[in-house]
């Protein structure tokens, strides 16, 4: 069975979800999306992601209690697997040894 791949917003979302570390839910992860990237996200995207990368076992999540600001509905926390943080190291190395087989003269 082919190993599960990871998409380029997911690696964003994922990589946003390692940074948070405990603090990673939906809005979170959003509002640091959208600071990184200077350009607007959608918190549908930013679900539907986290979804499909916790069915491939890249996250686990987890509910926070109860809160009177969110009219007792629960956040929803997210943290990376031993699985997630494998497939951004490999992400990172096939990157980094693309990037760096470009030619010094493509810079001029």
């Known amino acids: 069975m082919k190993a599960p791949s990871l998409g380029e917003f997911e690696e964003l979302?994922?990589?946003m979800v390692a940074a948070l570390h405990n603090e990673a839910?939906?809005?979170?992860?959003?509002?640091?999306?959208e600071t990184k990237l200077s350009k607007k996200v959608n918190i549908s995207a930013i679900h539907v992601a986290l979804?499909?990368?916790?069915?491939?076992?890249?996250?686990?999540?987890?509910f926070g209690g109860i809160t009177a600001d969110r009219g007792g509905r629960r956040k929803k926390f997210y943290v990376i697997t031993a699985f997630g943080k494998q497939a951004l190291d490999q992400q990172y190395s096939i990157r980094t040894e693309l990037y760096q087989q470009i030619p010094e003269i493509s810079f001029n």
């Open 13 to 15: 979302v994922l990589l």
């Open 25 to 33: 839910y939906g809005v979170a992860i959003l509002e640091s999306l």
């Open 51 to 62: 979804k499909r990368m916790e069915e491939k076992g890249f996250v686990k999540s987890r």
